[in-house]
């Protein structure tokens, strides 16, 4: 829910891929953007509430202020501002409104001063850093043999992230660096998190600046909804849009899974398909899972507080645990 519209940016790639669907570029880059925008959300929540974890209450209304602004920029999108469902299969819910790349240049202009200032605020913050360097400490090797991904990896120096490694959308062609850490520590997690932002601002200005006017729906007929004046006016139209509604869409016979960097790590989806418009069986491979299980060996031996400020840096989500 800290980054819903990666998960229903990812979902649809899972199934846009089943069916080998391509969707238009201006859908591209408008779910890139939602994506970057949900991404630095995310991370706002997770640095912001890691300093309230160890005692810093103040940073954390820093950013509270810039997430809700970029909270305001996803309901100009779909109408909703938590839990989204914007994107469509071979599409999206709707256009971006006139002028909100405009908007979304205005919040990078203005996140980027407010990452600045929680940055000086906190990060050399002598108790901040007695709290959280050389706490919950946890190897490359040992990342690499719980599975994890996203920012908790590359705080503990493992060198990949799938928008650079295993590209799609229009990543290959961003400029932006990967941020790495030395630790693995709390400290680390909580740096990368915060370099993490600065990269999403960069790649959010470069989709501002690229970014066309164009259709955002693919014009397969498998899954494209009837505009709403063909409904009205021709009866073919209004029987495919009731179809389309009432059953859903047939996919074809056959497998896919796609994986996508999300905020906290690989966010994939795997879907099996009989025909028809249900899934067979669909599994989701979320971040949370495979982090928390490191809690035990990452807060053995510390203090009790110091397992507080360890869970925080790993960012758990409970819904992603439950199985």
């Not at 810093?56 to 309901?75: C, D, K, M, N, V």
């Not at 999403?200 to 009837?226: A, F, H, M, N, Y």
């Amino acid at each position: 829910y800290c980054s819903a519209l990666i998960n229903n940016v990812a979902y649809s790639m899972a199934v846009e891929k089943l069916m080998g669907i391509e969707v238009p570029e201006r859908c591209t880059w408008i779910r890139m953007m939602a994506c970057e925008i949900s991404r630095i959300i995310d991370h706002l929540i997770c640095v912001g509430i890691g300093a309230v974890d160890v005692g810093a209450f103040s940073y954390f209304l820093y950013g509270f202020h810039q997430r809700e602004e970029a909270y305001t920029l996803i309901e100009q999108l779909c109408g909703a501002r938590l839990t989204t469902s914007y994107t469509r299969i071979g599409g999206l819910m709707y256009d971006a409104p006139v002028g909100w790349e405009d908007n979304v240049r205005s919040w990078i202009k203005e996140t980027r001063r407010v990452t600045d200032e929680m940055d000086r605020l906190l990060t050399t913050n002598k108790i901040f850093c007695q709290r959280t360097q050389n706490v919950g400490k946890f190897s490359k090797e040992q990342a690499l043999a719980f599975s994890f991904s996203g920012p908790s990896a590359r705080a503990s120096g493992v060198d990949w992230d799938l928008r650079r490694d295993q590209p799609c959308m229009f990543y290959p062609q961003m400029d932006f660096d990967v941020a790495i850490g030395t630790h693995g520590d709390v400290h680390d997690r909580y740096l990368v998190r915060v370099e993490e932002m600065r990269q999403s601002l960069k790649i959010l200005e470069q989709c501002c600046d690229r970014i066309q006017k164009g259709p955002i729906w693919t014009e397969d007929k498998r899954v494209r909804i009837p505009a709403k004046q063909e409904v009205y006016t021709s009866m073919e139209a209004m029987i495919h849009h009731f179809k389309f509604f009432m059953t859903g869409f047939d996919v074809p016979v056959g497998e896919a899974y796609t994986a996508f960097e999300g905020a906290n790590g690989e966010m994939g989806f795997y879907i099996v398909s009989k025909g028809g418009p249900s899934a067979h069986r669909m599994r989701i491979r979320g971040p949370s899972f495979w982090h928390y299980q490191a809690l035990t060996p990452m807060a053995e031996g510390g203090k009790i507080a110091d397992m507080i400020a360890t869970l925080g840096s790993i960012n758990i989500i409970a819904g992603e645990l439950d199985r």
